[in-house]
């Protein structure tokens, strides 16, 4: 493996995980984006430089999106869902994620 930086620690708590839905799917096809779900803290050039370090590819742009989690009853107690923060990559033309050759 290539030698991390002292910062690259940090990139790599900064994603979470690939967002695996119907949309991201649509969105990935049509607008060559990705969805990632992300760190509550994480700033845009951050989630930048960590797609570009773990995934060796050129980034275009980062749109940010906050989900506040609904209002749940558990039982008899009343509760929330987590807040979910995600972001929307966009891939510069010709560049692309193939998760499933990344995980082996």
């Not at 900064?14 to 992300?38: C, G, H, W, Y």
């Not at 980062?62 to 989690?69: A, D, E, F, T």
């Not at 560049?95 to 082996?104: L, M, T």
Request: glycine share 4%.
């Amino acid at each position: 493996m290539t030698e991390l930086r002292k910062n690259d620690h940090r990139l790599l708590q900064v994603l979470r995980a690939p967002v695996i839905s119907e949309k991201a799917t649509l969105v990935a096809d049509k607008n060559e984006q990705v969805v990632f779900e992300i760190a509550p803290d994480a700033t845009k050039p951050e989630v930048k430089a960590a797609v570009e370090l773990l995934f060796k590819v050129e980034v275009e742009s980062v749109q940010v999106l906050n989900i506040k989690g609904k209002a749940k009853r558990f039982g008899r107690f009343n509760g929330k869902r987590k807040d979910v923060r995600k972001a929307y990559v966009s891939l510069k033309p010709g560049q692309e994620i193939n998760f499933e050759a990344e995980a082996k």
